[in-house]
């Protein structure tokens, strides 16, 4: 298994351009996340998806929509980047634990470079 | 909503040493508490975890404990190697929406 994987590692973009971060897991989690990563700030929720057509919003979604199409791939869209996006980006997925109410291992794909000029 | 506070968000020990890394949270109806350890320049990649039924786990020479009581849990790495260096976070689960909360880090330093 590839695991987690994230495309691109790096990405400089112009504020007000467009893009879109992919993300891809081949271990048939249902839950999926995407987080970003600032200095001092931790790991912050942006968007989570609980399954193919289930999304929602985290702590920080402002910016950023996100799909889920399909069990595999959750890609993360920016649709007019400004310079307070530039961060790393993580996804990241995990499976239930088939109680109900709780969530397992959560893997992280190795993460994209984002710089906004 | 949660809240996961972390700290210290900088820890200094001498090798062979003990570290201890507390959190503490908001929501009493969290019950799963992961920590993740991150190196430079790598993804989080988890070292141990805890769930609201259990309120001691081991494995070699790191520990979790968590107080349901107190709203906190703890990381407790024993006789602390260089490569023990790196950044430490914490999180909680909400449940019921499968949502992580993270701390916001602490960065461990192993000096030879």
């Known amino acids: 298994n590839a695991g987690v994987t994230q495309t691109p590692k790096f990405q400089v973009l112009k504020t007000g351009q467009s893009m879109t971060l992919q993300c891809a897991q081949d271990m048939n989690h249902e839950y999926m996340s995407w987080y970003r990563q600032d200095p001092g700030m931790g790991l912050r929720l942006i968007h989570y998806?609980?399954?193919?057509?289930?999304?929602d919003q985290g702590e920080v979604p402002n910016g950023y929509n996100v799909s889920r199409s399909t069990t595999e791939d959750f890609p993360l869209r920016l649709l007019s980047a400004a310079p307070s996006q530039t961060s790393v980006y993580f996804c990241a997925s995990s499976y239930s634990s088939g109680w109900g109410t709780s969530t397992d291992t959560q893997y992280f794909g190795p993460g994209t470079r984002l710089t906004v000029l | 909503g949660e809240n996961v506070e972390q700290h210290p968000s900088t820890l200094s020990v001498q090798e062979g040493d003990s570290a201890v890394i507390k959190c503490t949270y908001s929501d009493s109806a969290s019950n799963y508490f992961p920590w993740y350890k991150q190196e430079l320049g790598k993804r989080p990649q988890l070292i141990i975890d805890i769930r609201s039924n259990v309120g001691e786990k081991k494995d070699q020479r790191i520990a979790v404990t968590l107080n349901k009581t107190a709203k906190h849990f703890s990381l407790h790495i024993t006789e602390t190697q260089p490569e023990d260096s790196a950044v430490y976070f914490c999180a909680a689960t909400q449940s019921g929406t499968y949502k992580y909360i993270f701390g916001t880090g602490t960065r461990l330093k192993v000096l030879a």
């Open positions: 998806s609980v399954g193919a057509g289930i999304t």
